[in-house]
């Protein structure tokens, strides 16, 4: 039978899937937590990377290499750059770059290296479950490209010039990574972001404010997934 991964980079984004799932199985491994489970009969294994690329990295090859996931589903919050999106909204990466990868000074375009790509897109059947999700619970489910770098923005200089060089929709810090190692892996996976500010000024004060509700939004919605996924 398959194994889900679904991982979120802080506690509050993995907390509200604990709560849910049976049989829960603690391994410490590689300065982290993993937690195998069940639900609905369906096998996961669960953990948070920590914050930044790196450590997203790390746990997202964990999981498909030690724990034998063959799907990954990463849940957690975002800041919107579309202005379509408010607080606690939901947004699905059809794709993902890295907005803070820079060799321009070789001539080459943002978020790219050598035999990599700008983007990464995600699973389309999964994105397509999220659809099916979404229609059933009568959700509003945006899709766009996300992109993720090593800085929490609270700028709107920043911010725009993501938006310009990416037509990216919304933000965060884990994404793009977790795109490379599962597109490396040729393991499908899933990014859902519920936002918890909007990258301006006033995100540290949103981000704390919203992490826990917008957190628990995603987490909720992934949980209706793992249900429609096909054993
Ligand atoms: N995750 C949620 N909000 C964010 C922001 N403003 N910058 C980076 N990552 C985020």
């Known amino acids: 039978m398959s194994k889900i991964a679904i991982m979120g980079a802080m506690p509050e984004e993995i907390e509200p899937l604990l709560e849910k799932v049976e049989n829960i199985k603690k391994t410490e491994y590689g300065k982290n937590s993993y937690y195998e489970a069940t639900y609905r009969g369906k096998n996961i294994v669960i953990a948070y990377s920590k914050i930044g690329k790196v450590f997203a990295s790390l746990t997202a090859t964990i999981l498909i290499e030690k724990f034998g996931c063959d799907r990954l589903l990463f849940s957690?919050?975002?800041?919107?750059?579309?202005?379509?999106?408010?607080?606690?909204?939901?947004?699905?990466?059809?794709?993902?770059?890295?907005?803070?990868?820079?060799?321009?000074?070789?001539?080459?375009?943002?978020?790219?290296?050598?035999?990599?790509?700008?983007?990464?897109?995600?699973?389309?059947?999964?994105?397509?479950?999220?659809?099916?999700?979404?229609?059933?619970?009568?959700?509003?489910?945006k899709e766009g490209i996300i992109a993720t770098g090593d800085q929490f923005v609270a700028s709107t200089d920043r911010k725009d010039f993501i938006s310009s060089t990416f037509q990216a929709d919304a933000l965060e810090m884990e994404g793009?990574?977790?795109?490379?190692?599962?597109?490396?892996?040729?393991?499908?996976?899933?990014?859902?972001?519920?936002?918890?500010?909007?990258?301006?000024?006033?995100?540290?004060?949103?981000?704390?404010?919203?992490?826990?509700?917008?957190?628990?939004?995603?987490?909720?919605?992934?949980?209706n997934m793992v249900e429609s996924i096909e054993p």
């Open 76 to 141: 957690g919050v975002a800041g919107a750059i579309n202005p379509d999106l408010n607080i606690g909204d939901l947004i699905i990466a059809d794709a993902l770059c890295q907005h803070d990868l820079d060799i321009t000074a070789f001539g080459h375009p943002h978020g790219f290296v050598p035999e990599g790509e700008v983007c990464i897109a995600t699973d389309k059947s999964l994105r397509d479950i999220a659809k099916k999700v979404a229609e059933k619970n009568g959700l509003i489910l």
């Open 176 to 223: 793009a990574s977790v795109a490379v190692v599962c597109d490396a892996l040729n393991v499908p996976f899933f990014v859902l972001r519920a936002i918890s500010d909007s990258a301006n000024d006033e995100a540290g004060m949103d981000f704390d404010a919203f992490l826990e509700s917008s957190a628990k939004i995603s987490a909720e919605f992934i949980l």
